[in-house]
T-cell receptor
């Protein structure tokens, strides 16, 4: 079955440093979604990428979808303490269900 | 709108006991999902439903059953709980149009002793 791996599993950064998490799929994806889960909370949708090579920005967050549609990345510029949480990618071959990555837990040190 | 709600929020079971987790959504979504979340494992799909009266197996369906008798409700049953089913369970729903983003409930923390 489809497997979606994320690296790194954990990342500690000083506030103000940049952060990147990478997502790799064993199969070609039709789309990829990103979610954020705050400690003790539930996953919340951030964005969806559909096109090969697509880049989208949300303030300090930049999302990329690879040319082969098998990988994706999330980059946060100048992290803040509000960025703390676990970031998940979720890949899909269609729209009925997605496969979540293992997640990257981000800790921001003030 | 309440979004996606789950009951109960917490539960402790003894091995062999049964229980049902209830998920309800008020967004008229067609798709509904049950996930379990374990440390270092991300979210793993247990069962899902693409419409009222239909269900399908996900990645880790063994030991669980589901029913979708009404469009707004998705029930997850554990017939004979095992310690390996200790986890946090999330329900989610999504629309068939737009971005297909999944809306998650607050989760149920289940401990099986």
């Amino acid at each position: 079955g489809q497997q979606v791996m994320q690296i790194p599993q954990y990342q500690h950064v000083q506030e103000g440093e940049d952060f990147t998490t990478y997502c790799n799929s064993s199969t070609t994806l039709s789309n990829i979604q990103w979610y954020k889960q705050r400690p003790g909370g539930h996953p919340v949708f951030l964005i969806q990428l559909v096109k090969s090579g697509e880049v989208k920005k949300q303030k300090r967050l930049t999302f990329q979808f690879g040319e082969a549609k098998k990988n994706s990345s999330l980059h946060i510029t100048a992290t803040q303490t509000t960025d703390v949480g676990t970031y998940f990618c979720a890949g899909s071959g269609g729209y009925q269900k997605v496969t979540f990555g293992t997640g990257t837990k981000l800790q921001v040190i003030p | 709108n309440a979004g996606v709600t789950q009951t109960p929020k917490f539960r402790v079971l003894k091995t062999g006991q049964s229980m049902t987790l209830l998920c309800a959504q008020d967004m008229n979504h067609e798709y509904m999902y049950w996930y379990r979340q374990d440390p270092g494992m991300g979210l793993r799909l247990i069962h899902y439903s693409v419409g009222e009266g239909t269900t399908a197996k996900g990645e880790v369906p063994d030991g669980y059953n589901v029913s979708r008798l009404k469009k707004q409700n998705f029930l997850l049953g554990l017939e004979s709980a095992a310690p390996s089913q200790t986890s946090v369970y999330f329900c989610a729903s999504s629309s068939t149009s737009g971005s297909h983003e999944q809306y998650f409930g607050p989760g149920t923390r289940l401990t099986v002793t």
